[in-house]
């Protein structure tokens, strides 16, 4: 077992399933990380993982070697900020941080979404886990002026923290 601070006892044998899986098993386990069959092939093809920080370390390089076409079906798999894909339960999980928000801060988060997808053509990608509404919205606006190239390396790293999170729920499940 690994010193990961996700660690659980059940970790070496969640990663122990998941490397064994049969392919098309784990594929459309991989996908439901993310949405890019590029990332869940490389992610897959470099299986097994030694350990969790193996695994992360496999996540990460899979995202580095995205292309623009792979990283909006990447993308793609993800809901609006602000609206949670209803009866998802990652999404909702995920967009924690919204529930319960002012009308008046959802309309702005909204419109900002608006005005981001006008301009990037995709939506607002943000590791949400953990964050609200109020903060979602400044990073939203902090990152509006980005340029393309420099959006998307930002939704590279994001992408990398939410599937860091996914694959360790994901290890943190009891094996049945």
């Not at 370390?57 to 809901?79: E, I, R």
Request: hydrophobic fraction near 45%; charge should be negative; proline fraction near 5%.
């Amino acid at each position: 077992m690994t010193n990961h601070p996700h660690a659980s006892v059940d970790a070496p044998g969640a990663l122990g399933a998941l490397a064994a899986a049969p392919a098309a098993e784990l594929e459309r386990t991989l996908l439901d990380v993310c949405s890019s069959p590029s990332w869940a092939a490389a992610v897959a093809g470099d299986r097994p993982w030694s350990d969790r920080a193996a695994l992360l370390a496999t996540n990460a390089a899979a995202m580095a070697s995205l292309t623009a076409a792979d990283l909006n079906d990447a993308m793609a798999g993800h809901a609006r900020i602000g609206k949670p894909k209803a009866g998802d339960a990652t999404s909702e999980r995920e967009q924690a941080g919204i529930q319960g928000v002012d009308r008046t801060l959802l309309d702005e988060l909204q419109q900002a979404n608006a005005a981001y997808e006008a301009k990037f053509g995709h939506v607002f990608l943000i590791c949400a886990t953990g964050r609200t509404a109020a903060t979602m919205l400044a990073a939203l606006r902090e990152r509006f002026p980005n340029d393309a190239a420099t959006e998307a390396e930002i939704v590279r790293g994001e992408l990398r923290r939410i599937n860091d999170i996914r694959l360790n729920r994901l290890l943190d499940e009891p094996v049945v």
